[in-house]
C-alpha cells in the first residue's frame, strides 16, 4: 500500500484546519516553543552527557580532552555580541534595521569588536567577522568547511510561484557541495574565457554609445557661445540611467536579446525586463520572507508546514519578487528552448578518466558563435561535461528529466547573472561617478587616459574598448572603480555555514580559525601590527564576513574613508584587505565581466561629457555626503545626482526635456 507524502496530505488537510481555527498565530508559537526547548536540550545533551560517558569509561585523559572541547564552545557562547532574546534571538534587530545587515553590523562592530557572536533566531549561533586576516582564512585557507551559504534546506518550499521556486532551488548562491560544483563549473567555463569577453565587447560598447547619445539629448545645440558657462552643466540623476545601460549589456550578453530593436515589442520586453530586475531588489532582503527565518530554526519535520504556510499566506513582497521571477524566467525559457535544439548530447565525447576536483576545475574550450549568449553556452557546457564523464567511447543519451532538471537549473542563472549584473554594475558606477565628482582632478586624469588610448588605438573614429583594453590599458580607470568598490563593496556583507568536507574525522563539531603570529602591512606601508587570534566555529554555524567594514578598518587602509584611487596604482600592490567579490570557489564567478563593463561604460562617458566639481561640506567625508542602504546590494537610497556637460561642443541646456 502506498503512503501519502506529508506534502499530499497538508494540501488536504489544511484547508479543514484554517476552517477550524481562526488565526495560524497559535500554530507559529507552537512550533517556537519546540523548538527552544529542542535548543536546550541540544546544549545540555552537548555539554554533559558525551562527559559522562567518558567518565563512566574511566578514561581521565579523554575526559579532559571532552572537557577542553565543551570549554572551548563556550567560549564562542561567551563572545561579546548583541543581546539575543528568547524565542527570537536577534532576529528583531533585522526588521528594525529593514534587514540592512551593513548598518546593523557596522553599529555592532563599534560595540562588540571585529568579531562577535549572535543568534539570527531560535538557537541559529552565527559569528560576524570583520578582520581581514580572518575572513581570509574562511575564504581560502579553510575554504573546504566553508564551501556552502547558509540556506535552509528545501528553500524552494518556502517560495510561493513555480518561476521563484526554481530560482531558489538551483541559483548558484543556494545550491550546496556537488550540484553548486556542476553549476559553477559551466559558469567558470564562460566568465573566465578572455576570448568569449572580448566577443561581447561589442554588445557593451554599443550600450554604452547609446548612453551617451541619450544623456546628450538633455541639451539642444546651436551656433551660438553666449552660454554662461555655469548655464552648460544639467543636473541628472545618473543612477536610474546606468541602470538602463546595464540592463541592455545584461539582456545581450546573458540572453542575446538584440537591444538596438526598437520594435514595439522590444520595447515593452525591455521595460518588463527592467521593472521586474527593480521589483526583484526592492523587495530582496531578510525582512522581505519572515519565513525564512523562521526555516532555518524549525526542525525539518516541520518544514512542510512552514512551507504551506508561507505559499498560502505570503507576504507583498514575497508575491511582487515571484511575479517578477516569472517574467523574468518566461524569456529566459524562450532562448534557452533554442539553445536545447542546438546541442546534441548523443555526439561522442572522449572518456575523462577521473571526476573533476571541487577548485579549482580547469574547463573545457568553448568558442563563442555569432549572437550566442550566456544561456547558450552555459547549457553546451553542461552537455559537454556530461559527455565527459561519461567512461564510454559515446556519451550516453541523456534522459528527459535530467534535461528538465538542468534546464531549470540553467535558467535559474539566467536570473541571477540578469538580475545581479543589472543592479551591482549600475551601483558601481553611479558610486565611481559621485566620488570623481568630489575629486574631479582624478575625473580629469581618467579623461586624459581614455583620449590617449583612442588617440593611439582608432584616431579619428569611435572610442571601442575590448575586454583585454578594459584589464591591462586603463589603469588609472581600473584604479578608481576598485576604490570606489573598496568604499560601497556590492555586496558589504557575504556569508558562509560550516559543514566539515568529506576528508574530515568523523565526529568532528567544527572548524578552528587560528592566526598564527603574523605582520601585516597596510596599503601606504604605514601601519605594521602582529596579530594572533584562535577561533572555533562550530558545525553549522553561520559566518558573516563584514566586508565593507573590513575595507573601512584604519588598521587596513589609511585614511579609509578617503577617495584614494592611488592604493591600486604601481608602486602599491592590490591591498591584502580588498575583496569586494569575495575569495576562494565561491567568488563572484562574473567579476571579470563586470569590471569590464564597468571600464568601457565609464570611458565612454569621460570621452563624452565634463564634470561639474561637486561641493564638499567642510570635515565631510566622501561617505557621508550620499545615503545608501543593503537590500540584498548596496544601492543609493536617493540616488546619484551629477552635472554634467558634452566635451567640446557649443550648446543650450534643453529646458523642455526632464531630467
Known sequence: MMVPSLDVVLDVVWPFLLRMTDSYVLWFAFL????????????????????????????????????????????????????????????????????????????????????????????????????????????????????????PSNLERFIPGTSAQHFFRWSMTVVKDAEWRSVRRAATAVFHSNEILNRFSPAVNEAAKRLVNDLKALWSWNDTNDVDEDERFVDVEIWRKIGETTLEVICSTVMGLETSNTSEASRTRHMELLKSARAVFANSGFAANPYLLIAGAVPKMFSPILGLIARTFPTQQMRDTSKALETIDHYANELLDEAIAQVQCEEKAPPLTAEPASWPVPPPRLELQEGESIINLMYKMWAHDKGLKSTATAAPRIGPALRREWAQAIRAQAALFFIAGYETTANTLSFTLYLLARHIDWFHAIQA??????????????????????????????????????????????????????????????????????????????????????????????????????HLDPQMFSNPRTFDPQRFLPPNKEPYAWFPFGLGPRQCVATKLA?????????????????????????????????????????????????????????????????
Open 595 to 659: 569590471l569590464t563593463e564597468a571600464v568601457t561604460v565609464l570611458a565612454h562617458f569621460a570621452r563624452s561629457f565634463d564634470l561639474k566639481a561637486a561641493y564638499v561640506a567642510p570635515g565631510e567625508d566622501d561617505l557621508e555626503g550620499l545615503e545608501t542602504k543593503m537590500a540584498g546590494t548596496l544601492g543609493p537610497t536617493k540616488g546619484v545626482h551629477l552635472r554634467i556637460r558634452p566635451r567640446c561642443y557649443v550648446f543650450k541646456p534643453n529646458t523642455t526635456l526632464t531630467t
Open 32 to 151: 517556537i516553543m519546540v523548538v527552544y526547548f529542542r535548543q536546550l536540550m541540544n546544549r545540555f545533551a552537548h555539554a554533559s552527557v558525551r562527559v559522562i560517558s567518558v567518565m563512566i569509561g574511566g578514561d581521565k585523559s579523554r575526559l579532559r580532552q571532552e572537557y577542553n572541547k565543551v570549554n572551548n564552545k563556550k567560549k564562542i557562547v561567551r563572545l561579546a555580541g548583541p543581546r539575543s532574546f528568547p524565542f527570537v534571538g536577534s532576529a528583531m534587530a533585522l526588521f528594525q534595521n529593514q534587514g540592512d545587515l551593513d548598518q546593523m553590523f557596522a553599529v555592532w562592530i563599534k560595540q562588540f569588536g571585529k568579531i562577535f557572536n549572535m543568534q539570527l533566531f531560535v538557537g541559529i549561533p552565527a559569528i560576524v567577522i570583520a578582520d581581514a586576516n580572518l575572513a581570509r582564512q574562511v575564504f581560502l585557507k579553510k575554504h573546504t568547511w566553508f564551501v556552502n551559504r547558509p540556506a
Open 449 to 550: 587616459e581614455v583620449d590617449e588610448h583612442h588617440a593611439r588605438k582608432n584616431p579619428g573614429g569611435q572610442l571601442t574598448v575590448t575586454h583585454d583594453d578594459a584589464q591591462t590599458l586603463f589603469p588609472k580607470t581600473m584604479a578608481c572603480i576598485r576604490e570606489a568598490i573598496r568604499l560601497f563593496p556590492p555586496a558589504p556583507v557575504t556569508s558562509r555555514v560550516c559543514s566539515p568536507p568529506s576528508h574530515a574525522a568523523s565526529g568532528t563539531n567544527g572548524a578552528w580559525l587560528d592566526e598564527e603570529d603574523e605582520t601585516v602591512v597596510s596599503d601606504d606601508g604605514g601601519i605594521t601590527k602582529t596579530t594572533k587570534s584562535t577561533i572555533f566555529v562550530p558545525k553549522n554555524a553561520d559566518v558573516f564576513i563584514a566586508i565593507r567594514a573590513i
